[in-house]
């Protein structure tokens, strides 16, 4: 007695060899296109049950990217912040850029910090978080609300509320993208104060 994803691969197999025999059993040309078409189907099939799968797992990736971004940001930790903001280009997976802007120095990155014009480039924005984190009343922020928006294997959008210990409320998109490797790092961080 195997574990369910034992049995789930034994099915698989037995389907696909299944498959094979009636492949090369088929009599006529009827019979080879109804065989074909079998098979797509089955191909079909496992195909949209790995791209979910995929999915579900670059959704959690993502999410899980999120909490540390803001465990970095709560404890003050520039390492743990500099290792979020991925460091070139190069380290991202297969994602298409369009920004003309897009080199080692600049990237496509963006941050809007509450109150503050949009800074590109990851210099710009690792003294940012360094000049941040070396302000004794920066505020801790619970996280509330998070949800991916929107996502594919190698890139993520979440939006979360950001509610600080001194009474400010932000609406926040964060964006992911996964590197080559496989870790997920922060491209784009915008908070915005939410009105009272």
């Not at 994602?95 to 109150?115: A, Q, V, Y």
């Not at 600080?164 to 590197?179: D, I, K, L, P, Q």
Request: aromatic share 6%.
């Amino acid at each position: 007695s195997g574990t369910d994803e034992e049995k789930e691969q034994e099915t698989k197999a037995a389907v696909s060899e299944l498959l094979r025999v009636l492949e090369e059993g088929a009599q006529g040309n009827a019979g080879r296109l109804q065989a074909k078409a079998l098979r797509a189907g089955w191909e079909s099939l496992m195909a949209k049950e790995d791209t979910a799968t995929a999915l579900e797992a670059a959704r959690q990736a993502a999410l899980q990217a999120n909490r540390a971004f803001y465990e970095a940001f709560n404890t003050k930790n520039l390492e743990a912040m500099a290792t979020l903001w991925a460091s070139d280009v190069n380290q991202l997976g297969p994602l298409l850029f369009c920004n003309p802007k897009e080199n080692t120095e600049g990237g496509t990155w963006t941050c809007t910090h509450p109150d503050s014009s949009r800074l590109e480039g990851r210099p710009e924005i690792m003294t940012s978080w360094s000049r941040l984190f070396g302000v004794d009343t920066l505020p801790q922020i619970q996280v509330t609300n998070e949800e991916v928006l929107v996502s594919s294997a190698d890139a993520a959008v979440v939006v979360c509320r950001e509610e600080t210990n001194n009474g400010g409320v932000h609406e926040t998109t964060n964006t992911f993208a996964r590197s080559a490797g496989g870790t997920w790092h922060i491209i784009g961080h915008q908070a915005g104060p939410v009105m009272k």
